[in-house]
């Protein structure tokens, strides 16, 4: 069974970078599209970016536009989130997720393996 492990969250200051790694145990991540999610408690979780296993990626966060990037590494069954220009509004739990599929910006409720999470804390 897959199993996704994410890891890279920390302190950071305003305006800073980090970028978040996550892993897939068990099996590859093959054909099938990743994406990483965030969630604020007591908020929704938001999409904020997906890719494709041949590397088509698209944002779904506004916010993240130009500051965050998406990126996978299937040789190592990794995927990433390059974060720039970091908010303080950015600080939250960020998740990564596998689809069931490989079309490009699969819906939400098509991904189906969900990694712990990993803490993105960003101070003022």
């Known amino acids: 069974q897959l199993q996704l492990v994410e890891s890279g969250g920390a302190l950071v200051q305003v305006g800073g970078s980090l970028t978040l790694s996550c892993v897939a145990s068990?099996?590859?991540?093959?054909?099938?599209?990743v994406a990483w999610f965030r969630q604020a408690p007591g908020k929704e979780r938001e999409g904020i970016a997906s890719?494709?296993?041949?590397?088509?990626?698209?944002t779904d966060l506004d916010s993240a536009e130009d500051r965050f990037i998406i990126y996978r590494k299937n040789a190592d069954n990794m995927v990433y989130l390059q974060m720039s220009s970091l908010r303080a509004e950015d600080t939250t739990v960020y998740y990564c997720?596998?689809?069931?599929?490989?079309?490009?910006?699969?819906?939400?409720?098509?991904?189906?393996?969900w990694g712990q999470g990993t803490q993105v804390t960003v101070s003022s």
């Open positions: 997720a596998v689809s069931t599929g490989s079309s490009f910006r699969m819906a939400e409720e098509k991904y189906d393996g």
């Open positions: 068990g099996e590859s991540l093959g054909d099938r599209t």
């Open positions: 890719i494709t296993a041949s590397g088509s990626s698209a």
